[in-house]
């Protein structure tokens, strides 16, 4: 149990552009996900709390207008990226709590973003 | 906000040896603390916790110890195993279900056969 899934594994996209990266928790409902993002060798960034039905917290420093999250049911939240740039490649990860369980996250496989 | 901080940085040990991990953090109020593996390319992966009712918290070879006073709490792995070469993460959250995790800045262990 507790399976927290992401779309896709890998994206490559040109400067611009956007992308939607999909979180999905695939046996639990999850009424809080969270999204980071981890450069190579670092630690792990929060960059937003994304609650379902309401607007996601932000971290500071982190555009809401350029980091567009949705949290539209309790299995599923969107991150996209707008207007890609290379400096927005990274690895992106998002986790889950289970909304009636302990105060564990369960973290999704990442999706690993390259922007050209 | 909420700071930890990780230490050390590196840490290597010989196979059969123990590793520790030591993180502080600053916020009284955080009363969960949980600590993560993770492998090149892969999700964290939760390895042990800890709540701040307890001092102390093993299972098999890992053990997590919590002084609320000083506010620090650290990871112990003993008879280390090559496969214990990882990323270890700790964190710090208020435990609810809206908590957000303060992560460490990560210790790569590497155990040496």
């Known amino acids: 149990g507790a399976v927290v899934s992401q779309h896709p594994s890998w994206v490559i996209c040109k400067s611009g552009t956007s992308v939607k990266i999909e979180c999905r928790s695939l046996?639990?409902?999850?009424?809080?996900m969270f999204w980071y993002r981890q450069f190579p060798k670092q630690s792990l960034m929060l960059m937003a709390t994304?609650?379902?039905?309401?607007?996601?917290?932000?971290e500071q420093g982190v555009e809401k207008d350029k980091f567009l999250i949705n949290h539209a049911s309790l299995t599923l939240s969107t991150l996209t990226v707008t207007s890609a740039h290379p400096e927005d490649s990274s690895f992106y990860i998002c986790?889950?709590?289970?909304?009636?369980?302990?105060?564990?996250?369960?973290f999704g496989p990442g999706t690993r973003l390259t922007v050209t | 906000g909420e700071n930890v901080e990780q230490h050390p940085s590196t840490l290597s040990v010989q196979e059969g040896d123990s590793a520790v991990i030591k993180c502080t953090y600053s916020?009284?109020?955080?009363?969960?603390f949980p600590w993560y593996k993770q492998e090149l390319g892969k999700r964290p992966q939760l390895i042990i916790d800890?709540?701040?009712?307890?001092g102390e918290k093993k299972d098999q070879r890992i053990a997590v110890t919590l002084n609320k006073t000083a506010k620090h709490f650290s990871l112990h792995i003993t008879e280390t195993q090559p496969e214990d070469s990882a990323v270890y993460f700790c964190?710090?959250?208020?435990?609810?279900?809206?908590?957000?995790?303060?992560f460490g800045d990560g210790t790569t262990l590497t155990v040496k056969p």
């Open positions: 800890i709540r701040s009712n307890v």
């Open positions: 994304s609650n379902e039905g309401s607007k996601a917290t932000y």
């Open positions: 986790s889950a709590r289970d909304g009636g369980g302990p105060y564990e996250q369960y």
């Open positions: 916020d009284s109020a955080s009363n969960y």
């Open positions: 046996d639990f409902q999850a009424t809080t």
């Open positions: 964190a710090a959250s208020i435990g609810t279900n809206a908590g957000k995790s303060t």
